[in-house]
């Protein structure tokens, strides 16, 4: 059985086989890179970044003209891969209509992921632009139905997007 040998131009040569000379080049980019300029640094409190639409940050209930969109369908608390989600339901007075009496994040758990507002039918629970979350104790970081209903005027944005993103 004939083994193909490695041909002339597989071999390393000395400088090439201890790797100095792409270290140095590789040192040499960084340097550029380093003094570079205009510098992308935002100086964070004073300079605030202001999110995209596609952005997916805090979970958020929207809160319509009518009152909260959910109708506690559960399919947001089924789908959440970090089980962050808790929902219970209650029948309002009028006809079959449903409501959550509880609706619970913990946000220790969410991942943002997204699968929440994918499959909520009422577009009820979107992804906010809040991305800058403090939480004093683990109690705090569980979000109640009163701290995620957002009115739906600082949620357009993320609407708009979202049904863009489900008629391409």
Excluded: H
């Amino acid at each position: 059985m004939n083994r193909p040998d490695k041909s002339e131009s597989a071999r390393l040569n000395f400088w090439e086989s201890i790797y100095l000379p792409e270290i140095a080049k590789g040192l040499g980019i960084t340097i550029k890179q380093f003094f570079k300029f205009p510098k992308f640094t935002r100086q964070y409190p004073e300079e605030r970044w202001e999110p995209t639409g596609s952005y997916r940050g805090r979970p958020v209930l929207v809160d319509d003209a009518d009152g909260e969109r959910c109708v506690a369908c559960g399919l947001c608390s089924r789908v959440c891969p970090a089980v962050a989600i808790e929902v219970q339901a209650s029948e309002t007075e009028r006809d079959k209509e449903r409501y959550p009496v509880k609706f619970e994040i913990n946000m220790l758990r969410c991942i943002f992921c997204g699968f929440c507002e994918e499959v909520c039918p009422e577009e009820a629970i979107v992804m906010s632009k809040d991305y800058e979350l403090v939480f004093e104790n683990k109690r705090d970081a569980i979000l109640g139905k009163e701290n995620l209903l957002v009115p739906i005027a600082k949620l357009e944005e993320r609407l708009e997007f979202l049904r863009q993103f489900k008629n391409y």
